[in-house]
């Protein structure tokens, strides 16, 4: 848990507003509390019960509409699925623009919003040549878990992860330095990179992970029909690797969809690795074999 030693010597922003009190923006709320980066979190949900359950579970302070959360927040997160934050984000954008241009001098800071989603091509085109593009951070925390809901929310979820800040060059600075701070404040570490590098690497290292769970699981649960057993073989290599197909649905139908050509390649080239085993495996080819496995050893390099 973040300790009060670990936070800022003052707040981040008085009001943050969390658009979607799920998995990620939950965990937020409950660092961002305890960190003591607000004076009051605000919410908002599609689902009513949602924001019930997050104001129920502390994640909160106040469950408002879309409109008060716009309205009076100084750092907005943008916590839903990629489809449905480019649909938003220009929304949003333009209500800013709206606050910015009536407030007065005593109003500053300007309002920024930072969405958290895993793909950033379809946000940050759907926002491209908005003359308020600046108040807008393309963010990911690489961080997360086959759960959702208020309630999976926990604590130090992003503690020691790559906070990924994209295309920081479209950002004003003043958004980007206090999306940094928000990242540092939440024990991350800040990784910049354009955002079609970033929609290529998330294909490589999460997307095609969570596709090969979901087809792991059905494999086994189609054999698990005729042979009722097979659940009493599974041990931890088997639980590690299916874990993910436990993810929801509403989040990674959007993700595949948004991300569908970079993920394509991906699973392009895993198959054919696939293929590679199971040539060497149908030659009971053992050097072959070998080599394959102790190809994939370099991994440790990467994954201590």
Request: with cysteine; glycine share 8%.
């Amino acid at each position: 848990m973040i300790s009060s030693e670990d936070a800022p010597a003052f707040p981040l922003c008085a009001t943050i507003g969390i658009i979607g009190t799920g998995l990620i923006g939950g965990s937020m709320a409950l660092d961002i509390r305890h960190a003591g980066l607000s004076s009051a979190l605000l919410g908002t949900n599609r689902r009513p019960e949602s924001s019930a359950e997050a104001l129920r579970l502390g994640l909160i302070d106040r469950a408002v509409s879309l409109e008060e959360l716009l309205c009076e927040s100084e750092l907005i997160l943008l916590c839903i699925p990629a489809g449905a934050a480019a649909k938003m984000l220009p929304g949003i954008l333009d209500r800013i623009g709206e606050r910015i241009r009536s407030a007065s001098a005593s109003d500053r800071p300007q309002p920024v919003v930072l969405d958290v989603c895993s793909v950033k091509g379809v946000i940050v085109d759907a926002v491209k040549g908005h003359p308020f593009r600046g108040r807008y951070v393309a963010g990911h925390p690489m961080s997360g878990t086959e759960y959702s809901g208020p309630s999976a929310a926990r604590e130090d979820l992003f503690r020691g992860k790559a906070g990924i800040l994209c295309d920081a060059e479209d950002s004003d600075a003043d958004a980007v330095a206090l999306v940094e701070r928000l990242y540092d404040a939440l024990g991350m570490r800040t990784v910049r990179m354009d955002s079609a590098s970033h929609d290529v690497h998330t294909a490589y290292v999460s997307h095609l992970s969570h596709v090969l769970s979901f087809a792991l699981a059905l494999t086994v649960l189609e054999k698990e029909k005729d042979d009722k057993h097979i659940f009493d073989l599974a041990s931890g290599g088997f639980s590690s690797t299916v874990r993910l197909a436990k993810s929801n649905a509403d989040m990674w139908v959007p993700v595949f969809s948004q991300n569908r050509k970079n993920l394509l390649g991906v699973m392009d080239a895993y198959l054919a690795r696939l293929q590679e085993f199971r040539s060497a495996v149908e030659a009971d080819d053992a050097d072959a074999m070998r080599s394959l496995i102790e190809a994939a050893n370099k991994i440790r390099r990467i994954i201590k």
